[in-house]
């Protein structure tokens, strides 16, 4: 994977590798994927203020996340089917994580269990919780996360609807993949991908299936998952939720100020200022745009950390520099896994820890607790 130089390289090896359905799945926005754009392209317009002169021969990307150590700034950000991006994707990437010295998560909607990972590293890691119209489900989810001894637990708190995503639609997403004629050919063209999936535990949502009878049909599966996102939830069930969760609670998916200071008063050990990597409403703004305002009001009450759009190291400091004490990213180490599995996702890391001290290097930084807002060009 050496010759895999940036995360693009990644991105396209994954694209040849992984069919096209589960591509779009990961990098689909929703709607018009107006906000997804702006991730990115408001990340790129924060340059950053290039310094000399500097001792910077003794450097470390090393910091602390909720209070443990981490090799870098980085949390693997939750992502649903990771499993089908490449067989046993959540394991792979999980020791991935854990052999790089960082937090990963698992999605609620992932296609190994949390057993299955806890089974399979030696480690703990962070589960990520979707909220559900069955709250003994949501209850019973919780305390598997606990028995797991999971140790963060990732309320997810913008999908009480799902934003309509085309290219799911247009793809017959679903897994597994609907029989069309256009999956079959795509999915015949990538042995590897199809020798992974199935020599893989699980080939659906392992932390759902088996829930009620009947669940392990997939049509009945997905019926339910799609009746069950709550638009009722509100600030009573963050605070029901936190009497079951013994752990560190993070409130993900905060983009407006006066929500971030009510998320402060939960008692949340962090909050993340992500727009769902633009996979909800689509014409929000970019992460990236609401993050100094959040930090600045909150950062001496409540952890910051930021998603969306994060790609490099550079994007890394960006947002440190704006606010964040760590960066969640999804799509970077999916593409990763898709292109070289275990090996794919270290690379992904890799790629972006050389690139963060590199920067830190070039801006006359020499440790993460260094980087603020004087690392920005003024503009």
């Not at 489900?137 to 001894?149: G, P």
Request: a positive charge; proline letters at 4%.
């Amino acid at each position: 994977m050496k010759t895999m130089t940036c995360i693009e390289d990644l991105r396209q090896t994954a694209h040849r590798k992984v069919p096209r359905a589960f591509i779009d799945y990961a990098e689909a926005g929703s709607y018009a994927e107006e906000t997804l754009r702006a991730n990115r392209a408001d990340l790129e317009r924060i340059k950053l203020r290039q310094r000399i002169l500097f001792d910077v021969s003794r450097r470390s990307t090393e910091t602390t996340i909720l209070g443990a150590p981490a090799a870098l700034p980085l949390v693997l950000a939750p992502v649903g089917l990771t499993g089908m991006q490449r067989g046993d994707g959540e394991i792979l990437a999980c020791r991935a994580a854990q052999e790089a010295g960082i937090p990963f998560t698992l999605s609620t909607m992932s296609i190994c269990s949390i057993e299955d990972v806890a089974g399979a590293v030696d480690k703990p890691f962070w589960f990520q919780l979707y909220v559900m119209k069955d709250r003994g489900y949501i209850r019973a989810l919780i305390e598997r996360a606990a028995a797991a001894k999971c140790s963060a637990l990732v309320l997810t708190v913008d999908l009480q609807v799902i934003g309509q995503r085309h290219r799911d639609i247009k793809n017959g997403m679903s897994v597994p993949p609907q029989i069309r004629i256009k999956n079959l050919l795509d999915i015949a063209t990538k042995p590897a991908w199809a020798l992974s999936v199935l020599r893989g535990k699980r080939k659906t949502f392992g932390n759902i299936a088996g829930h009620y009878p009947g669940m392990n049909n997939v049509t009945v599966l997905s019926k339910w998952i799609s009746e069950q996102f709550d638009p009722t939830l509100s600030w009573k069930d963050v605070e029901w939720i936190k009497s079951l969760w013994p752990g560190k609670l993070i409130l993900k998916g905060i983009l407006d100020l006066e929500d971030a200071r009510i998320a402060a008063k939960t008692g949340a050990a962090a909050l993340v200022v992500s727009n769902h990597g633009g996979r909800q409403l689509d014409g929000a703004p970019s992460s990236i745009s609401m993050l100094p305002a959040i930090a600045d009001a909150l950062g001496s009450d409540i952890e910051i950390m930021f998603d969306g759009g994060i790609r490099s190291g550079q994007d890394i400091m960006r947002a440190l520099a704006l606010g964040a004490r760590a960066c969640m990213s999804g799509r970077a180490y999916i593409y990763g896994l898709g292109a070289g599995g275990q090996a794919g996702v270290a690379r992904a890391i890799e790629i972006m820890r050389n690139e963060l001290d590199i920067s830190m290097a070039l801006t006359g930084c020499s440790s993460v607790a260094e980087i603020d807002r004087r690392v920005i060009a003024a503009m």
